[in-house]
């Protein structure tokens, strides 16, 4: 079985443009989560999917960066605008969902991480 | 707020040692914890993940222990390698919510 997939690996972006990063979960998991890892930092939380669905955006800054998970298709994290500081590793993680809180009981899966820099 | 601790942040050691890496948690209303290495430039493997109703899991050379009342987690690996050496990270899932909240790692390089 194929695992999390993301690409691009690496992306770079002058400031002012759009970042689209991709990311495919593992064949049978509908709940995506998006991280990122500023450098020399941890990672953190930034949204949680379901099909068609945002579940929790609470780590997501309220502009430029918005995600979605189509029907079809791959889960898109959308950042308008870029700027330096929106340099760090972007990681995308998935898992299956039983029981009492989605998701609560299952390990998430992580990607290989796609890394943008910004000029 | 839940806040995850990693401790050591690194540690260097000759192969054949057993090491212990510690990461403790501040509120004990928890799912889970989950163990995972990183590599560099890579992403995240995960190694073993302790439901809140269990005292530890085992993979191989791997044993995670989890105390939720004191907010502690212990992983343990037998017999260090070279090839151990990686970054090792801790994650609680918090009541009510689907995310991971991380700790910031702890370093560990394996020498032969």
């Known amino acids: 079985n194929a695992g999390v997939m993301q690409n691009p690996r690496h992306l770079v972006r002058r400031r002012g443009q759009e970042a689209r990063l991709r990311c495919s979960p593992v064949?049978?998991?509908?709940?995506v989560y998006w991280y990122r890892q500023l450098p020399e930092e941890g990672l953190k939380f930034m949204v949680y999917?379901?099909?068609?669905?945002?579940?929790?955006e609470s780590g997501m800054p309220k502009e430029r960066f918005s995600a979605e998970f189509p029907k079809e298709g791959p889960s898109i994290l959308r950042i308008q605008q870029v700027v330096r500081g929106d340099s760090a590793a972007y990681f995308c993680?998935?898992?299956?969902?039983?029981?009492?809180?989605?998701?609560?009981?299952?390990?998430?899966?992580f990607g290989d991480g796609t890394r943008l820099s910004i000029l | 707020k839940q806040e995850v601790t990693q401790i050591p942040a690194a540690l260097s050691v000759p192969e054949g040692e057993n090491l212990v890496l510690n990461c403790s948690f501040t509120?004990?209303?928890?799912?889970?914890l989950q163990w995972f290495r990183q590599d560099p430039g890579k992403g995240l493997t995960s190694l073993l993940l302790?439901?809140?109703?269990?005292r530890e899991q085992t993979s191989g050379r791997l044993n995670a222990s989890l105390d939720k009342s004191s907010g502690r987690s212990t992983l343990y690996i037998a017999a260090s390698q070279p090839g151990d050496s990686a970054t090792y990270l801790c994650?609680?899932?918090?009541?009510?919510?689907?995310?991971?909240?991380f700790g910031t790692g702890t370093r560990l390089q394996v020498f032969p």
């Open positions: 302790i439901q809140s109703s269990q």
């Open positions: 999917l379901q099909k068609e669905n945002i579940i929790d």
């Open positions: 064949k049978g998991h509908s709940h």
């Open positions: 509120d004990s209303a928890i799912y889970n």
């Open positions: 993680a998935s898992s299956s969902g039983t029981g009492g809180s989605p998701g609560s009981n299952q390990p998430q899966h």
């Open positions: 994650a609680v899932r918090p009541y009510n919510t689907d995310k991971l909240i």
